[in-house]
């Protein structure tokens, strides 16, 4: 595998139920973001882990959890949603720290959710 | 706030040359980039200014002026495959990516 990898590519879920959705990255970077892109809306950051330190975006409801195992797994995990959440959302990994806070993002595909 | 503004939609012919405009308001500046984003695919990193002025890299150029808050991406020699949409990101004084909505561009035969 290469780049930045996302599973599930799509997921249906109900209001009720619990799912989590895994990224890894093989790119040896030190930071990764989960981001919500909506149509015609701009790209949503949800969370930054930059050098396993956790950035949050303050708007993100308590429904939307991630957790960061290490450098290379991000998983965000999801109860309790809303049709409102559906949506397709995007993971990045880039190098954090120093110059390379100048570099660019990395995404994989996505997964395109769907809350009924 | 924070703003970055760029048109809904373009549509070009295959051969010619589009130019997709993109206008910030953001705390502070640390470059500004562009993405290609194909329908139902990754966003791929395509170019990144700093300093102002033109960088070219083979069709694709972009501009920058910081002191008019304005990019723009330069595409020549329009191919099919240039169809997709194309985002505008500045690194605000945080280091974080400030997001446009994205660009359609629609190349026709």
């Known amino acids: 595998e290469t780049g930045v990898t996302q599973t599930p590519r799509h997921l249906v879920m109900g209001m009720t139920n619990k799912k989590s959705l895994k990224c890894e990255q093989h790119?040896?970077?030190?930071?990764m973001y989960w981001y919500k892109q909506s149509a015609k809306k701009p790209l949503e950051l949800m969370f930054v882990?930059?050098?396993?330190?956790?950035?949050e975006n303050n708007s993100v409801p308590s429904r939307f959890s991630p957790e960061c195992p290490n450098s290379s797994h991000l998983f965000l995990h999801l109860h309790t949603l809303q049709p409102e959440d559906s949506a397709l959302y995007l993971c990045?990994?880039?190098?954090?720290?120093?110059?390379?806070?100048?570099?660019?993002?990395?995404f994989g595909p996505g997964t395109r959710l769907t809350v009924l | 706030g924070q703003n970055i503004d760029q048109p809904t939609e373009m549509t070009a012919t295959e051969g010619a040359i589009v130019q997709i405009n993109c206008t910030y308001q953001?705390?502070?500046?640390?470059?500004l980039f562009w993405y290609q984003q194909h329908a139902g695919e990754a966003p791929t990193f395509l170019s990144y200014?700093?300093l102002d002025g033109l960088e070219e890299k083979g069709r694709f150029s972009s501009f920058l002026s910081r002191s008019k808050g304005y990019s723009y991406l330069l595409l020549k020699e329009l191919q099919m495959k240039d169809s997709a949409s194309y985002l505008c990101?500045?690194?605000?004084?945080?280091?974080?990516?400030?997001w446009g909505a994205g660009t359609k561009l629609i190349i026709k035969p």
């Open positions: 990101a500045v690194k605000d004084s945080n280091y974080q990516l400030i």
């Open positions: 990045a990994s880039s190098q954090g720290g120093g110059a390379a806070r100048y570099s660019e993002q990395f």
């Open positions: 882990y930059s050098l396993e330190e956790r950035v």
């Open positions: 790119l040896g970077h030190n930071a």
């Open positions: 953001t705390s502070g500046f640390n470059g």
């Open positions: 200014n700093v």
